[in-house]
Antibody, heavy 124, light 103 residues
Framework: QITLKESGPTLVKPTQTLTLTCTFS??????????VGWIRQPPGKALEWLAL???????HYSPSLKSRLTVTKDTSENQVVLTMTNMAPVDTATYYC????????????????WGQGTLVTVSS | DIQMTQSPSTLSVSVGDRVTITCRAS??????VAWYQQKPGKAPKLLIY???TLKSGVPSRFSGSGSGTEFTLTISSLQPDDFATYYC?????FGQGTKLEIK
C-alpha cells in the first residue's frame, strides 16, 4: 500500500520561507518513471501544480513559481522536501504531495495516490 | 506551456443523469490526460489516466475519451456519491474544475 503524508508549519509569516516534507511509504524513489509531485489548492479554488522530482533526480517546476521553489529528495528517508521562499498571503493554501507516474516518451504523468494535504496559512 | 481549459465550471444535475465534462488543451497532447474527483475537505482521487484507462476500483459508469486537444469525462448514470468537483490534468496543468451540484 502506497501512502504519502505532508508535514510542516501551519502558519507562516509574510516573507518567510516555507519548508514542507512529504514522507512516503510503499514505493522507492529510485527510477525515472516514479516521482513525487507537489500541488496546492487555495481555499475554494482550483488545483495548482507546483513541482515534481523523479527518482533519477529529474526536477520540474511551475514556470510562474520557479524562482521561489526548490524540491529535493532523501531516498534513504523516503522523503521529498519542498521549499518556497518569500511567502505571501496569496500562498495560503492546502499543499498536497502525490506519487507521480511518468510516461517518459510522452512527457506526461498522472498523480496517484495523494497525501491528505496540509493547510498553510500566511499571515502576520 | 500547455493550458487546460475545462468546461463547464458548474453543472446542475440529478441522480441518474448522464454527465459530460470537457477539457481542451492549448495544443495537441495526444492521449495524455488524467481525470480526478475531489470531495470537500478531501484530497483528489485519480479516476482515469491516459485519457481513457479507468483506474482499478473506479466504477465503470465513469469513462474518458478524446485525443489531440479535446477530452471528455463521462458519468453514464450519476449516483449520489458522484457529487463532487472534477479536474483534468496534463503534466503541469490542471483544468479549472467542474463542480457537480444537485439540481
Amino acid at each position: 500500500q502506497i501512502t504519502l503524508k505532508e508535514s510542516g508549519p501551519t502558519l507562516v509569516k509574510p516573507t518567510q520561507t516555507l519548508t514542507l516534507t512529504c514522507t512516503f511509504s510503499g514505493f522507492s524513489l529510485t527510477t525515472s518513471t516514479v516521482g513525487v509531485g507537489w500541488i496546492r489548492q487555495p481555499p475554494g479554488k482550483a488545483l495548482e501544480w507546483l513541482a515534481l522530482i523523479y527518482g533519477d533526480g529529474d526536477k520540474h517546476y511551475s514556470p510562474s513559481l520557479k524562482s521561489r521553489l526548490t524540491v529535493t529528495k532523501d531516498t534513504s528517508e523516503n522523503q521529498v522536501v519542498l521549499t518556497m521562499t518569500n511567502m505571501a498571503p496569496v500562498d495560503t493554501a492546502t499543499y498536497y504531495c502525490a506519487q507521480s507516474i511518468r510516461v517518459v516518451l510522452a512527457g506526461s504523468n498522472w498523480f496517484d495516490p495523494w497525501g491528505q494535504g496540509t493547510l498553510v496559512t500566511v499571515s502576520s | 506551456d500547455i493550458q487546460m481549459t475545462q468546461s463547464p465550471s458548474t453543472l446542475s444535475v440529478s441522480v441518474g443523469d448522464r454527465v459530460t465534462i470537457t477539457c481542451r488543451a492549448s495544443q495537441s497532447i495526444s492521449g495524455w490526460v488524467a481525470w480526478y474527483q475531489q470531495k470537500p475537505g478531501k484530497a483528489p482521487k485519480l479516476l482515469i489516466y491516459k485519457a481513457s484507462t479507468l483506474k482499478s476500483g473506479v466504477p465503470s459508469r465513469f469513462s474518458g475519451s478524446g485525443s489531440g486537444t479535446e477530452f471528455t469525462l463521462t458519468i453514464s448514470s450519476l449516483q449520489p456519491d458522484d457529487f463532487a468537483t472534477y479536474y483534468c490534468q496534463q503534466y503541469n496543468s490542471f483544468g479549472q474544475g467542474t463542480k457537480l451540484e444537485i439540481k
